[in-house]
């Protein structure tokens, strides 16, 4: 989750929680209409507008984002404890009448059930035992409980609520990490599965007889090499052929064609940088792809395969007339691959024309 959607998120939440008070305070008004409300009206006003105004102070934090500043970007412990002051600030105006908004009590707590840890919920649970329960005892200290008997069972019956909500926070959070433990357990099975679809791909991506890339794989990175191709920037492509190779597997035998195959890939290896990608097209056919490659050094690269390969002796003194053709085009930005392959292809066509053994150029007609 981005940090733009969850600053969404706790602004919501804030919302929710603002929505609260507005129908807390519709309640308010009906118990002052009701004559529950012991204090003067200019005192239910000035305490309305103080409340209006300590949620607005709240609401530009979050639109603004100061919020982000303090260790819980939430301030769901902050918001629990005002939301008790004031609770219990609106109690002690109501005397007779409290018991019917008791219950606000826990819907402050409830606010916090989820985002708090254990200790800190149990910590604002005893803030409001407290509160409420030293409210009753400084009014029936002056005197000014109209029931005690009643003060005392509500706060009996608070005291056992509150109790049942801090066991079924426990409750709740010891499942809240239970299922955290087995989301992390999934996360790293499903990790080992990626790394071992990764070790599968890497498998088939692989031709089993030369150990180069096979030609799905290399159309593949190409693709992401050409998309990735910055301004001004060219890769060269050649494919190349091996000469005369029918004639390889008709003479000696398809074995020997295998040892000539894999001796072109030995070669190869020892005539590439890293980060040039060689992979088996087809059959004798090979697709060579040079990043960040200009035509000179591509010419040289393949000159230096054909040279190369001719010398190798993979089947002894059977081995005399290896060669090679190339056909070569350089890749740009904007380019597309297939059209590259086939401007490459064409390319290898004129070189098999005019001899074979040679490597011609997409950008010329003439060998290169």
């Known amino acids: 989750m981005t940090e733009k959607s969850t600053q969404q998120l706790l602004l919501k939440r804030f919302l ?11 309640l308010v008004w009906i118990a002052i209409l009701g004559d529950y409300f012991h204090a003067a009206i200019a005192t239910a006003l000035i305490g309305s ?8 102070v709240l609401l530009a934090m979050f639109v603004r984002g100061d919020n982000q500043r303090f260790a819980d970007p939430s301030l769901t412990e902050a918001q ?22 008791l219950v606000v009590y826990v819907l402050i707590l409830l606010f916090g059930l989820f985002h708090l840890k254990q200790r800190v919920f149990m910590r604002c649970a005893m803030l409001v035992f407290l509160a409420f329960a030293g409210l009753n005892l ?9 029931d005690p008997g009643l003060a005392a069972l509500q706060v009996c019956v608070l005291f056992v609520v509150l109790l049942w909500l801090c066991l079924y926070a426990s409750y709740v959070q010891a499942s809240r990490h239970r299922m955290r433990q087995r989301r992390f357990a999934l996360q790293a099975h499903q990790d080992t599965l990626r ?20 030609r799905r794989h290399f159309l593949r990175l190409a693709s992401r090499e050409l998309a990735q191709l910055s301004s001004g920037a060219r890769h060269g492509l050649a494919l190349i052929d091996l000469d005369h190779f029918k004639r390889i597997n008709d003479m000696h035998g398809h074995a020997a064609g295998d040892q000539v195959l894999q001796a072109f890939a030995e070669v190869a290896a020892g005539c590439l940088r890293d980060g040039d990608i060689l992979a088996r097209y087809g059959g004798e056919e090979f697709v060579l792809l040079l990043p960040n490659c200009d035509a000179a050094h591509l010419v040289a690269c393949c000159e230096r395969l054909r040279v190369a390969f001719a010398g190798s002796t993979p089947l002894g003194n059977r081995s005399s007339g290896l060669s090679l053709s190339a056909g070569m085009t350089l890749l740009v930005p904007g380019d597309d691959l297939d059209d590259a392959l086939q401007r490459a292809d064409q390319a290898l066509y004129r070189a098999k024309r005019g001899g074979r053994n040679r490597c011609s150029a997409a950008w010329d007609t003439v060998d290169a």
């Open 138 to 146: 400084l009014e029936g200290y002056h005197g000014q409980l109209v």
């Open 16 to 26: 929710l929680a603002a929505g609260t008070y507005c129908m807390v305070l519709v």
């Open 49 to 56: 507008g103080l409340l209006v105004l300590n949620q607005s």
């Open 195 to 214: 790394g071992m679809m990764r070790q599968l791909e890497d498998l088939v991506a692989t031709d089993e007889l030369t150990g180069l890339f096979n």
């Open 80 to 101: 629990v404890i005002i939301a008790i002051a004031w609770h219990t600030w609106l109690l002690s105006q109501l005397q007779a009448a409290r018991g019917s908004l």
